[in-house]
């Protein structure tokens, strides 16, 4: 029976949404047309009211109450838990408050039950479709995709830890070509916006997208204090006087983990993609192999201890760096390295359930918004959905570039690098492999900086093998003891690099100690 209806023949005033009067009401992000976190999950949900009341919150047949508690501020909060729901929707989610026999009822519409995904990093994330290429594509067909959904938080810092958004940019909408094709920079998320289609082109779900990002910023703001006290930066925040352009964006730690991330761990989410990193090739670029995979372990624990609804290793996926034509040639490489915790693939030891798309083969120096913004977005979108339907979803695709798996040395003054036997070689010569000749002068390691490493020929290669001529070590006085691939600012035009497999998957930048055969 309808709600009003009911609640009516039995003689009981009920007031309509008027949360301006008694500030019964949905928290902000709880809107029509959203995507709440399907099953096995459960997802959360919760609103304003008056401390004491009773909140009745129904869908379908089911109905769940609790208890309007004081909450920060000294608002009242209420939050229900509910049962696994299945894939689909459309449904209606009805809140009713009875405050002493005063009651108020409020209503979300076109609510989908899906996975739900959290968008963040800094200016490659907030791109959006407007200005990528082929955006006439995307803009046509975005009409085909009714159950994508699309929400953009506005752009707020905070000092401490928020319970709900400042501001919201673009609420829930419903995927067309008015709602992911909005203003440069405002809405929507290119990557964001492509990760998603793909995972719906192949599981046929609903797919919720938030995306939560901010240009020209670091890790350190999206990071709590309790990720950075792990690497020894809680007590400290930007040194403005030299970079001055950073007064134009955040410039204190945790600021934007406090007002865009933290109000959404009261949200069941399936997992997080992330592009960011540009900015700290400028600010802690040593810390990066801490700072990252502290922030996305942080993420994780306080998005579960929230609720204990979220995955405690909820998947987490990120995009490598791309390119840059800035003269500093060393830094771009270093944090791509660090953005793997150093082992230079994921998931690994330190980053658990982790997915990457390589990017740096992806060169677009003529792009208007600067070359380390290239437009090539529908290809960073297709590599991260490949990772993320086989970590997140453990579906059979094989989903990364070739990996090194070992260099040996022959007598001849070769390297052979190995990659595994799943893997299919395509290979051209670009100069992109370079071996040292001497312990005391490289390490792969910490291979930054260093003026000792010497381009390496491909002298033959197989479906998975490559042999590198490093005879000009013997020249040297030595013999070759690191190699590395694809280590500068820009590798290689587009999609020209040495390596990639027979799906065009390049492979990822690496360092790596040659052993004797």
């Known amino acids: 029976m309808n709600t009003l209806l009911l609640f009516c023949c039995c003689g009981v005033a009920l007031i309509g949404n008027a949360a301006s009067d008694n500030d019964f009401a949905f928290a902000s992000y709880f809107q029509n047309n959203m995507v709440l976190q399907r099953e096995p999950h459960q997802a959360v949900i919760w609103g304003y009211g008056t401390v004491g009341a009773i909140v009745n919150v129904s869908i379908i047949q089911d109905v769940y109450s609790t208890k309007v508690k004081a909450g920060p501020n000294g608002k ?47 200016s490659n994330m907030q791109f959006t479709v407007s200005m990528m290429f082929n955006v006439s594509h995307e803009l046509e067909i975005a ?14 810092v905070s000092d401490t830890p928020l319970h709900d958004l400042l501001s919201i940019e673009q ?50 703001t999206w990071s709590s204090t309790e990720a950075l006290t792990r690497c020894g930066l809680d007590k400290k925040d930007f040194n403005i006087t030299e970079h001055p352009t950073w007064t134009k964006v955040p410039n204190k730690n945790s600021v934007l983990w406090n007002a865009m991330i933290h109000p959404f761990l009261n949200m069941t989410i399936k997992g997080a993609i992330w592009y960011q990193g540009e900015a700290n090739a400028e600010y802690h670029a040593d810390k990066y192999a801490c700072t990252f995979p502290a922030m996305i372990s ?64 992806l060169r677009d120096d003529a792009s208007p918004f600067g070359a380390i913004h290239p437009r090539y977005k529908e290809d960073v979108g297709i590599r991260l959905a490949l990772s993320g339907l086989r970590i997140a979803y453990g579906q059979q695709y094989n989903s990364d570039g070739p990996i090194i798996r070992s260099a040996v040395r022959t007598n001849d003054g070769h390297v052979v690098v190995s990659y595994p036997h799943d893997q299919s070689l395509v290979v051209t010569d ?18 930054f900086g260093s003026a000792d490493w010497v381009l390496a020929p491909i ?29 500068a600012l820009e590798p290689c035009q587009y999609k020209q690099c040495s390596v990639y497999n027979d799906l065009g998957l390049p492979a990822p930048p690496f360092g790596l100690l040659i052993t004797d055969f």
């Open 76 to 122: 009242g909060v209420w939050s229900v838990t509910f049962q696994p729901q299945p894939v689909g929707g459309a449904q209606q989610i009805q809140g009713v408050q009875d405050n002493h026999g005063l009651l108020n009822w409020i209503l979300l519409k076109n609510v989908l039950f899906g996975d739900v995904w959290i968008c963040s990093g800094q």
């Open 143 to 156: 009409s085909n995709y009714p159950n994508v959904r699309v929400m953009t938080p506005g752009q707020n």
């Open 171 to 220: 609420g829930w909408s419903v995927a067309s070509k008015e709602s992911i094709g909005g203003p440069n920079d405002k809405y929507f998320s290119a990557v964001c916006w492509l990760y998603g289609r793909h995972l719906n082109d192949v599981l046929k779900v609903p797919i919720g997208l938030i995306a939560s990002d901010w240009g020209g910023t670091p890790v350190e």
């Open 298 to 361: 942080d993420w994780r624990w306080k998005w579960y201890n929230s609720h204990k609804q979220t995955d405690v290793l909820f998947p987490f996926g990120f995009v490598q760096l791309a390119t840059n034509n800035v003269t500093d040639d060393s830094s771009f490489p270093k944090i791509r390295w660090h953005q793997t915790a150093d082992y230079g693939f994921v998931p690994n030891e330190v980053m658990p359930n982790t997915f990457m798309a390589v990017a740096m083969d």
């Open 430 to 447: 670009q100069k992109n492999f370079e071996v040292c000749c001497s312990f005391s002068k490289c390490n792969a390691y910490d291979p």
């Open 459 to 487: 002298a033959s290669h197989s479906t998975h093998t490559i042999t590198l001529d490093a005879k000009f070590c013997s020249n040297k006085g030595g013999k070759p003891v690191y190699m590395r691939y694809a280590w």
